[in-house]
């Protein structure tokens, strides 16, 4: 395996069920339980034991709420659905999706969820002349607007995490009114996907894994935060490769420890692009005729591979239904 950060694989796991946590049900966060990782299509393993996540691939190319709504159907719904998306991607209409094309909707799809995200949030939120101040922030997660710091408080118990909120907080109120405007509130809750946000990302990444506290991620540390191995069996092949990538790829400079720098090279590789590489990724398994280009009758060939289906998701729509 190359060293694209899609192969964290556990570290992702976690990150869905703290963005479950954090972001979804806005319920209280447990100290510590908030991390961002990279800029990411979806919030499941691309990867995961080698093995291909098509969910994965299904929330890149639909969005997460599409994603679901495909997974009910029948494989010929799901099927006619797709055929009518694939002519909203082919913007020039010569009936073939380029890769630029493919790529150029999938970061469509991101941004919209994006915007629909901070649009739900913001709404939850009680707002002042339409800013977001921090206290009400605070009593929407955390039940009191008290500040943390003092034994008493009742947010006491949380102060690690509302300290972490308050900084990424300051680094998103860029006019620093000590308010989020909506724009603002967009990179707090999405730091990834913005430059001046990447520092707090890095030092939250950090501050998770670097248990001795000593500022660095050594290999033991950064093993131990993918695979905690409390029975100390014996380290299946995954862990071992992870090792390999942390000595040869993550290590920059070899001295043993991932510094600042080499884990925001780890987090936002400068030279990597999600949309890209997803792109790529589906063009390469669903381009029959090995032309380049994907036409109409390739994707619907493997329709799996772009949208669920009640066949390529039985268990899962199975599990959803329940809940109603
Ligand atoms: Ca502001
Ligand atoms: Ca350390
Ligand atoms: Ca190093
Ligand atoms: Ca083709």
Redesign the pocket.
Known sequence: MSSSPLTMKLLSVCLILVLMVVVYCSAIPKPGDKRVHETKLSDLPHDDDNEHNEDYDHEAFLGKDDAQDFDDLSPEESKERLAIIVDKIDVNKDGKVTETELKEWIQFIQRRYIVTDTERMWKEHDLEEDKLHWKSYMKRTYGYEDSPDSVDSPTFSYKDTIDRDHRRWEAADTDKDMKLSKDEFVHFLHPEDSDHMRDVVVQETIEDIDKDKDGYISLDEYIRDMYPNENGEEEPDWVKSERTQFEQYR???K?G???NE?VKNWIVPPDYDHSDAEANHLIYEADSDKDGDLSKDEILEHYDLFVGSQATDFGEALTRHDEF
Request: glycine share 0%; net charge negative.
């Open positions: 290590d920059i400079n001295d420890k991932m510094d080499e």
